[in-house]
């Protein structure tokens, strides 16, 4: 394989941002010469390790000199800076496209990574396309006495599959380009704007012209630019006149979309299919890379999709084709983007595996006029020889002249044609360079708000200047106005009066005006560097009077700092450190940077959903915020929006994957909207509604109603370990926290039947599964079933059915229990606010094992409270049959797989161990009647001893007196001399025994608690009212201190009795 027409792929890691640092995060990355490593930040010993042909470490190890440059901290140090890139990359890339091939150079990495500045740079440290530039025209400056060198630019944006010219004079709708495709040239772009350029300074405003094009249209268009690709594509002529040659060339610079948004929903289950056109460049960039890879393996009848979108169909020479392509991919370090960083570095392996066909490029242009010129030779041949024979017709030498003549005006026109159109660029140059000219001297004359944006390359582009008086900003176009367009701005949105060097911004009514995070209603003072949101999102910093101005770093105003200020507006934000003084723990820190991207996307979709009129409410909720699992540790926490149709009241509840699509998708329905607005108006008529109803599937804003989860509630199992019936009243709580109802719920042991079972076995875990526990009827007990008993009662306070009374709901309950993978849902109650339930559940356990033992003791049930909403299908119950049995017994554990049936060899030595068997039985048996007999005469002695030693005979009493589950026949009360049956319990039991009283006792405590949390005060309580609240609530208080302490109090005078029994038997 030729490695030279390998594509080259080199990795760079940036630093640390702001906000990763606040938090603590952790590097996951670390290089060593070309090989770059990955760690799992959820297990250090898992350890991905690629190699590439360059890696950059731009982490650490740097600093910024006196000229705002950054520079490694020492001489020879591990930081790569800009230069260092440009060496290896552009260097390389500037050398092919001189030698006459066409060269790529591709950028690709999630949103963030660092794209723009390696490939644009930020300020003094320029990027990988301005240095290219400027070393492109000081190598045609020093060799113009061997060449003549023509440059064309041109800059364009892939959104959507549409391709937009950002050099166009033309608006954005009608500055969509078609993709065609011709033998020779193959795909290009029809009617793309080539402009010619005879130094790096118009290069270099040329793309400030494409980057405020494509700011000022993304603003407009509601698009998002991390979703777009951009293209810069240099066109390079050389001619040397000596050889005879000429050399064509075409550099194709691309900033590709953020990598993170190609990431599929996983098993989301979403009616609309994803993002439609949105993601389909970079999905189909990855297949035609792994379809290359898999060519230079081996594979044969290998399809390349390049047909399949817009961008691969333009990359298809970079990408096995005639070109040498380099590929940049940037890593984020923090721990947080483990998994982005890992697939980026996975997409990069295979496409260092893709083999090109590079070929220096002959220009058609040359060709044509050499074949023109050849042309004329044969035609002034011919001439001379009509003229020596004089015997040919002067129509013929007519018809040849002509001919002559218009090959000569095409070979004029094509020699021509440079620098003509080098002419026309210099005066739209010109005119451009004025307007910067007077920008810059305004910028020193008058405050003015420029614009912040998601891509830091599109920040500060659109610059808006606030002369003395007073200016009425919004959509409308006046001479004192300042137009500004986008999602929520109204006609006219704001004022902004600048009188006496101060500026002041009064919001129109009904408009949305947000200055530092805090929406304000009336005329508002503004200060240097204050933040202003305008409409949904539409961002701008505050630049005062120069005088106002310092040293400040304006930079480090960015889109993430006015979103994070939103959000701390709003009670969400992120401390420096955690509680501890640790790290902040990476999942929360996700949450968060998930929650303040989801910000304005969530303000979008509400406005949008205001302008066409969908009555549907978008808001922004944290996922198991207060939620644990069935052992009592925290879920894992997410971001979802809330989805409220405020008509109907139905309410889904979207993940971020789901929202994310549902949100593009809206965008392209809204665009459509503004076009056919614009082209016609809409009849209001029913043809519209019907077709609004037709139409309903297709609609980004609906979905069919389905079942919605209140909260959940936990129910601790531990009782039924020591037989101890239970009653309790379980707060449901929301993922957020919210109290949602009450349930009351009872989980008591019963017999086989269902009936209350009496007995009080308690099952203790050790290491034997089938040992004698004693108990006071002296019957061994061995592990075997186990019976309960489940009844869900009632359930009241339910705030989302007295919220919603009006409309008709549906509550039920489902959980799931030990290793049923299967959710119970209960009967459902329809429009009540404080349902009577009566749910009976009979669980049981064939085999009560060790592992059942663990579950009961440290699990506990999460009950689930669902809202089922009007027109939504029922929660049914999906139960293995072999779980249920037929009078609706539900077995908790898995039944043991039947024995093997016995071979014919076995069958002897079968009848051998129940032989074996059978002598044992009767052994135990005799061994059984000697133990009774042992057991009668300990009851006698222990009868005869009683008064010798009161704490054993205490500790007796106390469970065999108070004990109202106690057997029957196990106290004889006889005041007459009848003799009073007893044993001796171990510790075990006794302790057990104690500690099922304090659960008895506990449980009117909890409800004691809970009453008293329930206990509030009316709204509309005056001063006696709250008067009366606080003396009946400090009542409430005394009581439940009481029986707290009583209950406690009881519990130690149990144990202690217990403690002195075991010393005195000790002793004895």
């Not at 056109?277 to 297949?287: E, F, H, K, M």
């Amino acid at each position: 394989m030729n490695r030279k027409d390998c594509v080259r792929v080199a990795v760079r890691v940036r630093p640390f941002n702001k906000r990763e640092k606040d938090a603590g995060s952790r590097c996951i990355i670390s290089m060593v010469t070309s090989s770059v490593t990955i760690q799992d930040p959820h297990d250090p010993h898992n350890r991905r390790s690629f190699s590439f042909d360059y890696a950059y470490w731009s982490h650490s190890g740097f600093l910024r000199d006196h000229n705002g440059l950054y520079v490694p901290e020492e001489p020879g140090g591990r930081y790569a800076d800009q230069d260092s890139v440009f060496q290896d990359l552009g260097e390389g890339i500037l050398e092919n496209a001189q030698q006459g091939y066409n060269a790529t150079l591709l950028a690709y990495g999630q949103t963030g990574s660092g794209k723009s500045y390696s490939m644009v740079g930020y300020g003094p440290n320029k990027g990988l396309v301005p240095k290219l530039c400027d070393r492109l025209f000081e190598d045609i400056r020093g060799n113009q006495a061997t060449r003549q060198c023509q440059v064309f630019f041109s800059m364009m944006e892939i959104y959507n599959e549409q391709v937009i010219d950002l050099l166009s004079r033309s608006s954005r709708t009608s500055g969509v380009l078609r993709v065609r495709e011709e033998q020779h040239r193959g795909f290009y772009v029809e009617g793309l704007r080539t402009v010619p350029c005879d130094s790096a300074q118009q290069v270099e405003q040329l793309m400030e012209q494409g980057t405020r094009t494509r700011t000022t249209a993304a603003t407009h268009m509601n698009a998002n630019s991390s979703r777009s690709h951009m293209l810069i594509i240099l066109q390079l002529k050389q001619i040397f006149s000596k050889e005879n040659i000429t050399k064509q060339s075409s550099i194709n610079l691309v900033d590709l979309a953020g990598s993170e948004r190609q990431r599929s929903s996983g098993s989301e289950a979403d009616r609309l299919k994803e993002g439609t056109a949105i993601n389909l460049s970079l999905t189909t960039l990855g297949n035609v890379i792994s379809a290359l890879a898999d060519v230079v393996v081996g594979k044969r009848a290998v399809h390349i999709p390049y047909r399949d979108s817009v961008l691969t169909k333009l990359l298809q020479s970079a990408l096995g084709g005639n070109s040498r392509t380099v590929m940049i991919a940037t890593l984020s370090p923090a721990d947080i983007f483990y998994e982005e960083s890992l697939s980026t570095l996975r997409y990069a392996e295979r496409a260092k595996h893709i083999q090109n066909q590079a070929v220096v490029n002959e220009s058609p242009t040359e060709r044509m006029v050499k074949e023109l010129k050849a042309e004329n030779a044969r035609l002034l041949q011919r001439l001379s020889r009509l003229g020596q024979d004089g015997r040919r017709a002067n129509e013929e030498t007519k018809e040849l002249r002509q001919l002559l003549t218009n090959n000569e005006l095409q070979i004029r026109a094509i020699q021509t044609l440079w620098e003509q159109h080098l002419q026309d660029a210099l005066k739209d140059w010109e005119l451009q360079y004025a307007t910067i000219t007077q920008e810059r001297r305004m910028i020193q004359m008058f405050p003015s708000i420029h614009n912040i944006n998601e891509d830091a390359q599109l920040s500060g582009v659109v610059k808006l200047f606030i002369r003395e008086g007073e200016w009425d900003v919004g959509l409308c176009d006046s001479p004192q106005s300042i137009t500004i367009r986008g999602l929520g701005i109204q006609e006219h949105h704001a004022v902004f009066r600048n009188e006496q060097r101060r500026v002041t911004v009064t919001p129109h009514q009904g408009s949305k005006v947000i200055v530092n995070g805090q929406t304000v209603t009336q005329t508002t003072e503004l200060q240097h560097l204050d933040r202003l949101i305008l409409g949904s999102n539409s961002t701008y910093l505050f630049i005062g009077y120069p005088s106002e101005r310092g040293g400040e770093d304006c930079s480090r105003y960015d889109y993430d700092y006015f979103q994070s200020e939103l959000a701390a507006a709003e009670g969400i934000h992120l401390g420096e450190s955690s509680p501890g003084g640790g790290q902040t723990d990476p999942s929360l820190l996700a949450v968060f940077y998930d929650y303040i991207k989801l910000m304005p996307m969530v303000a979008e979709a509400n406005q949008m959903s205001q302008e066409l009129k969908k009555d549907i409410e978008f808001k922004l909720e944290i996922k198991n915020l207060a939620a644990s699992d069935s052992k009592g540790h925290d879920l894992e926490k997410d971001v979802v929006v809330r989805v409220t149709s405020l008509p109907r009241k139905q309410v889904w509840v979207w993940s971020k994957n789901k929202f994310v699509n549902r949100k593009f998708l809206m965008e392209e329905l809204y665009q459509q909207q503004q076009q056919q607005a614009e082209q016609r108006t809409v009849d209001q008529g029913g043809q519209d509604t019907s077709r609004a109803a037709a139409l309903q599937d297709k609609d980004p804003f609906w979905d069919p109603v389905e079942p919605l989860l209140l909260g959940t509630a936990h129910l601790w199992l531990q009782s039924l370990v020591f037989r101890i019936p239970l009653e309790e009243q379980l707060e449901v709580l929301s993922s957020e926290g919210r109290a949602e109802a009450i349930l009351q719920v009872q989980l008591v042991p019963c017999s086989s039947t269902g009936l209350y079972d009496t007995h009080t076995h308690t099952y203790t875990h050790t290491l034997s599964l089938t040992h004698t526990i004693p108990d006071f009827s002296c019957v061994p007990v061995h592990l075997g079933r186990m019976e309960s008993s489940w009844i869900l009662q009632s359930c009241w306070d339910n705030v989302w059915t007295s919220s919603w009374s009006w409309t008709s709901v549906l509550v039920c309950t489902g959980f799931r229990i030990f290793d049923c993978s299967q959710p119970f849902y209960t009967p459902a109650v329809w429009n009540q606010v404080n349902p009577l339930l009566h749910h009976h559940i009979h669980l049981t356990s064939l085999h009560t094992t060790s592992s059942l033992l663990d579950y009961l003791q440290s699990s506990a049930v999460v009950l689930e409270m669902w809202a089922l909403q009007d027109g939504c299908t029922e929660l049914v119950s999906s139960v293995d049959e072999g779980r249920m049995t037929s009078d609706g017994t539900f077995i908790m554990d898995t039944p043991p797989p039947p024995p093997p049936a016995p071979s014919k060899a076995s069958s002897a030595e079968l009848s051998c161990s129940v032989k074996t068997l059978q002598q044992e039985v009767t052994q135990l048996q005799r061994l059984n009647a000697s133990l009774m007999k042992e057991n009668t005469s300990l009851r006698e002695q222990l009868h005869n001893t009683r008064n010798d030693c009161p704490a054993a005979w205490y500790c007796s009493s106390l469970f065999l007196d108070s004990d109202p589950y106690l057997p029957a026949g196990v106290c004889a009360a006889g005041d007459d001399g009848g003799r009073r049956r007893s044993l001796r319990p171990s510790c075990d039991a006794d302790l057990a025994r104690a500690l099922k009283v304090f659960y008895h006792s506990m449980t009117s405590v909890r409800a004691q608690l809970q009453r008293l949390c329930r206990h509030r005060p009316s709204d509309e309580s005056d001063l006696l009212g709250l008067r009366l609240f606080v003396n009946e609530h400090s009542r409430l208080t005394k009581d439940f201190s009481e029986q707290l302490d009583q209950t406690v109090s009881r519990l130690k005078h149990d144990v202690a009795a217990i403690v002195r029994w075991k010393r005195s038997a000790n002793c004895s």
